[in-house]
């Protein structure tokens, strides 16, 4: 296992690698030299060896990944549709246009699992194609590329909704995956969020009233909204803590939720310490979901009843 993070050092996955062989290199050895004893040794060892790299940013420049074993991955992601001799050229176009990367082929793979519609691989070597780079990371671009196609290729927006959403707290994702989405989430539908900062002060806005999602995370002495704003559209409200040991909501105004009369969706997490829900929560009438995590010590409870 070598880990090859964003910006790969040569040397530096030849030793992680060397390290497990039991084999020691001298500092003055050249990137080449070094290569090449590590291929005699994994030659030499008299076992199969799995090398695995973990957290690739961009195509590096070896072998390894070499035009077949990108197809064979392909081919395990998309199924046996592409070994249909119909398929199979356009197949091995559309996984070309993959650029050896090992998450874009399995993004893309699955994205076309099983489809057996030729004119389906036609328009998506088209979309692959024509994909223009978003120059988030620009050695990026392929990647970001297949993650775009994939979301696009989601067949309903409930679906890219979820996907959207996944980007928040305790879902497990590639971290690729994950930066698109924050990068599209306020392009995709009005989004108001913070990840992976917890913010000290709510964000100041001109206007609140076109969002539809705010998920926030606060540090622990954030200051706290005590003003009542509009947010005519807010369909979810989540709100994260990163101290279990601070009372938040007290730091909020008893009519704070008198602006979001068609709030669907209400989660609180990480909150220990006694605190009452305001007031306003009683206009919430619209409510589907009250999800409170970690909020061991709530009081005045009643007016859950009323909505």
Known sequence: MAVISQTPDERAIQGQIADKLGLSFDDKES????ADRLQERMITNGKKILVILDDIWKKLDFEKLAKEEAWKL??????????DPLLHPIAEAVADEC???PLAIAIVGRALENKTDRNVWAYALQQLKKSAPRNIIPEMDDVFSSIQFSYDYLESKEAKSCFLLCMEHHVKMHRLVRDFAISIASKAEPMLLSCDVGLDEWPQK??????????LQFSKNAKFLVDTLQFT???LLQLFYNSQSVNHMDKISGNFFEGM?????LAL?????PMSLPSSLEVLKNLRSLFLHGCRKMEGLLMIGGL
């Open 269 to 273: 997490f990480k909150n220990h310490t």
């Open 261 to 265: 009369k068609v709030l669907a969706v």
């Open 74 to 83: 392909f081919q395990e992601s998309a199924g046996s549709c592409v070994d």
């Open 233 to 235: 559209n807010l369909k």
């Open 31 to 34: 990137v080449a030299g070094r």
């Open 99 to 101: 650029a050896g990367l």
């Open 206 to 215: 001109d206007s609140y009233e076109h969002y539809i999602r705010i998920p």
